[in-house]
């Protein structure tokens, strides 16, 4: 590491320290030379993951976006914020799980991921999110779709 004083590469860690989360590790150094001490920090470099779209495009994986999706099909259900914040970081660490090795995912992947989740939490949810995510034309599909739902409360 340079020093920022004398631009020596020579330096010694004095100190090593982990954050909260242990992304960061925050190294307080003195430089051989002059013996100025400074801070450096080290965090793991992550490759983006990125969607690919149904009309083929790219863009990076933004868990804002699934985000806006589920607040706003649970609106108004009684469902907490901490409920929530949960079930983003289900679909947040499947998604990563899922696209790990190639750093690649499909749009459908993380719908049906998302689905998967607010089922779990509410069925109402669950029918919002489908009705626009799989872009209901009709009421047939919507009718299909919570008769599919009732018959596996039924089994439950």
Avoid: W
Wanted: aromatic residues 6%; hydrophobic residues 30%; positive net charge.
């Amino acid at each position: 590491m340079r020093c920022p004083r004398c631009g020596n590469e020579q330096d010694r860690v004095l100190e090593s320290r982990q954050n909260r989360d242990s992304t960061t590790i925050r190294r307080r150094r003195e430089c051989t030379e002059c013996g100025y001490r400074f801070t450096s920090y080290e965090r793991i470099e992550e490759k983006p993951i990125i969607v690919i779209k149904k009309d083929g495009s790219q863009q990076p994986f933004d868990i804002k976006k699934v985000e806006r999706g589920v607040l706003t099909c649970t609106d108004k259900l009684k469902i907490s914020h901490d409920t929530i914040e949960k079930i983003l970081h289900r679909i947040e660490d499947s998604i990563r799980e899922k696209a790990r090795n190639t750093h690649l995912i499909k749009s459908t992947e993380i719908g049906e991921e998302t689905l998967k989740q607010l089922y779990t939490v509410s069925p109402v949810a669950y029918v919002r999110f489908a009705s626009v995510y799989r872009a209901f034309d009709d009421l047939d599909m919507f009718i299909q779709e919570i008769e599919h739902i009732a018959s596996q409360v039924r089994e439950n």
